[in-house]
């Protein structure tokens, strides 16, 4: 870590500590190819499959290095944390194995699977309204009242840090990549991806993917400085976060560019996966896919890594259902 | 190949040879695990999945071993077939990957999905109603009219020493198998296992896992002989064809039990499947999960092997979202 401009920066020596501190709580994910979708982008494609991580997704490897990396006095009071979901189920997790309470605030419209999936894992649940002001209202509530250790989904040094240690595998994994696609909301994948690539891999082109209805990460990277909506409405419910300052430095240091898709491009991208890769993925995953096929020029002939960031959907409630 | 009261009988060498025929067209496919589902039935469970299989299933190995088996005389004329799904698909792929021509006779009432992804193959479809008498009468024209080669779904000796494939992978891949669980609809996945088993592990036991509503196998199994039912009505659309005669040598002579699971049993294994699993899996692969929930006291504490068999799903009718 270094501290910089009032910020504790992770540097690539936290991913590798990340790395072993996590390595017996999470999974070495597999990378899947799909021939049908080299043939329908004109792009090499090499799907890294957090949809098959512990807990659903990547959000494991950031909560599994703060909970680990906590002193026993820090641990014994919990860790707290506001969520749309995967962190929540994720920090539950980390915090369970670790024999320690786990305390969430959750818009209560955050789909019933994701609130149930808590649950499961020992998070106990305090709802917001679904804007960013009211999570962070009553997340100071909670936090002053249990005095637990505050893990942010995204803005946190050991949370990008961990979240960097997926294309530090995912560049052992796949030879001679040329550009990694990972979707953006808060940055947490993004920053760790960037973080990791810079360090080892500084010629590898990095996309951020956002759906068009939420692209407050798109506007801030053309203004130069973050621009934060309150409560975007998209079928990508992961993304709808805004960037923060650590995110922020490293999109704006480390990103090649950050593109965009409608929701039915999302739908449409998201139905063609689970039907070609036979994988359940999340919508948040499929925008990367969805920006791919809308913008081929930028990836034809190309070896690009795509990070599928989680597979955890309300099955009673799919997308392309609805209406 | 043997000859035995009338019938070609596949013999475990078949099976190396079909493997080395068929290497160039098919996957390895991966083997996964679940920490959720080996604590909910109290196995260790090693899904082999073919879902994630050339054309979406196992049956690619079959096909792929017939087409490829054929001389450029006999493959000239083309190959014909019936088929419920998945052996149409796949029969296509082979085809298709030889360059010659695929005639399919499927039910109208086949899922449009099945249907469309034959015809994406380049099969051409010729329908025929709902049972098994029919799906017989409309073949006998087909065949009559092209001349082409009969590869049967199932009931082939090329066909099965294919499958038999599968099962070899899975031991090369688990360790200590105590126990190996397949559907079972004409038999050619259960029969390709009882080969390659009764050679290599003999000592492993072989489980066929049928639904209730289209239980001819478990009936069958009892009885002693063949009972064959026509067009029985199951959500397992892949498993409502009966056995025949070279199905039923495997069955009788090495299968240790066949096992059944109700109507609602296969739909939430299904759905357990992919909320936990994260893949797509079709009904028929359900089945064998909803048989060893249903009877924990024959799997408990044992190392299981379980076929996933295919992935090719109709995304908008699930079968937990009807009525």
Redesign the interface.
């Known amino acids: 870590m270094k501290t910089m401009e009032g910020m504790v920066i992770p540097e690539f020596d936290d991913v590798i500590a990340a790395h072993e501190r996590i390595r017996p709580y999470v999974h070495r994910t597999?990378v899947?190819t799909s021939s049908y979708l080299n043939a329908l982008t004109g792009a090499e494609l090499f799907f890294k499959c957090e949809?098959?991580q512990k807990a659903?997704a990547f959000k494991v490897r950031g909560a599994c290095n703060a909970v680990f990396g906590l002193s026993d006095a820090e641990a014994a009071k919990g860790v707290a944390t506001h969520s749309s979901g995967n962190h929540a189920l994720s920090l539950s997790y980390a915090a369970g194995r670790r024999g320690i309470p786990c305390h969430v605030v959750m818009p209560r419209t955050a789909p019933q699977?994701k609130k149930d999936a808590v649950r499961g894992y020992g998070g106990q649940i305090t709802e917001c309204e679904p804007s960013t002001t009211s999570r962070e209202a009553v997340f100071a509530e909670v936090q002053a009242r249990t005095g637990a250790e505050f893990v942010h989904p995204y803005n946190d040094p050991r949370v990008i840090a961990g979240q960097g240690t997926c294309s530090r595998e995912l560049m052992e994994q796949v030879e001679g990549l040329e550009a990694v696609v990972a979707p953006i909301g808060g940055g947490g994948m993004i920053s760790g991806t960037c973080l990791t690539l810079s360090n080892i891999a500084p010629g590898v082109r990095i996309y951020a993917a956002e759906p068009k209805n939420a692209d407050d990460a798109a506007r801030s990277f053309r203004a130069g400085h973050i621009i934060a909506d309150d409560a975007p409405e998209t079928v990508a419910d992961g993304l709808k976060v805004p960037l923060k300052d650590l995110t922020w430095h490293f999109v704006k240091n480390h990103v090649t560019d950050v593109l965009t898709a409608e929701e039915d491009e999302i739908v449409e991208a998201m139905?063609t996966t689970?039907?070609r890769?036979?994988?359940?993925?999340e919508p948040s995953c499929a925008v990367p896919l969805a920006t791919i096929l809308k913008n081929p020029e930028v990836f034809r002939g190309k070896r690009v890594g795509v990070i599928i960031t989680g597979?955890n959907v309300d099955?009673?409630r799919?997308p392309?259902?609805k209406g």
Request: a positive charge.
């Open positions: 597999p899947l949809n098959f659903g699977a139905k689970w039907k890769m036979k994988i359940v993925i597979g099955l009673d799919l392309w259902m």
